[in-house]
T-cell receptor, first 114, second 112 residues
Framework: GENVEQHPSTLSVQEGDSAVIKCTYS??????FPWYKQELGKRPQLIIDIRSNVGEKKDQRIAVTLNKTAKHFSLHITETQPEDSAVYFC?????????????FGAGTRLAVHP | DAGITQSPRHKVTETGTPVTLRCHQT?????MYWYRQDPGHGLRLIHY???????DKGEVSDGYSVSRSKTEDFLLTLESATSSQTSVYFCAISEGDQETQYFGPGTRLLVL
């Protein structure tokens, strides 16, 4: 079945630096890749997503890139701020016929230091 | 936040007792999901529903059952709770296939 690996598990940066989180997936038929942010004690919330017909998507300081050949996708956060500190999860859809099921990575704890 | 509520928000129970968690939505979304979240494992799908009375298993369905008799409610039942089911449980909803999943506030369950 589909498997999603996420790296690094923890990431510490200085305010203003960039942060990059990488995920790989196993099933080449996966076609939807969301990223969620979860603050301590809160629910996961979608911050950006990308579909397999697009190579890159950007929303202000956040961007996601997708390399279908290599089966990996990455989250890029520029000009990090303390409020970016949270756990970030990537996910990949189970291929068609899976009724929108998602497989999540294990998460990356990002700490942004002032 | 999307109109999703979960009840109870916290529960402590004993091994061997049945437990039912409720997810309620006001969005009229077709798809509903139950996940568990444990350190080091991210979010793992337990069961999901693609319509009233239509449900299927996820990655970690053993020991869990679900029911959906109305569009707005999706129930997760632990028939006989075990300590390994101590976790945070999240419900999610989505409008369509390959669409954004919105999460509920979570239920923290402790099985002693």
């Amino acid at each position: 079945g589909e498997n999603v690996e996420q790296h690094p598990s923890t990431l510490s940066v200085q305010e203003g630096d960039s942060a990059v989180i990488k995920c790989t997936y196993s099933d080449s038929a996966s076609n939807y890749f969301p990223w969620y942010k979860q603050e301590l004690g809160k629910r996961p919330q979608l911050i950006i997503d990308i579909r397999s017909n697009v190579g890159e998507k950007k929303d202000q300081r956040i961007a996601v890139t997708l390399n279908k050949t290599a089966k990996h996708f990455s989250l890029h956060i520029t000009e990090t701020q303390p409020e970016d500190s949270a756990v970030y999860f990537c996910a990949a859809s189970i291929p068609p016929g899976g009724y929108n099921k998602l497989i999540f990575g294990a998460g990356t704890r990002l700490a942004v230091h002032p | 936040d999307a109109g999703i509520t979960q009840s109870p928000r916290h529960k402590v129970t004993e091994t061997g007792t049945p437990v039912t968690l409720r997810c309620h939505q006001t969005e009229n979304h077709r798809y509903m999901y139950w996940y568990r979240q444990d350190p080091g494992h991210g979010l793992r799908l337990i069961h999901y529903s693609y319509g009233v009375k239509d449900t299927d298993k996820g990655e970690v369905s053993d020991g869990y059952s679900v029911s959906r008799s109305k569009t707005e409610d999706f129930l997760l039942t632990l028939e006989s709770a075990t300590s390994s089911q101590t976790s945070v449980y999240f419900c999610a909803i989505s409008e369509g296939d390959q669409e954004t999943q919105y999460f509920g506030p979570g239920t923290r369950l402790l099985v002693l």
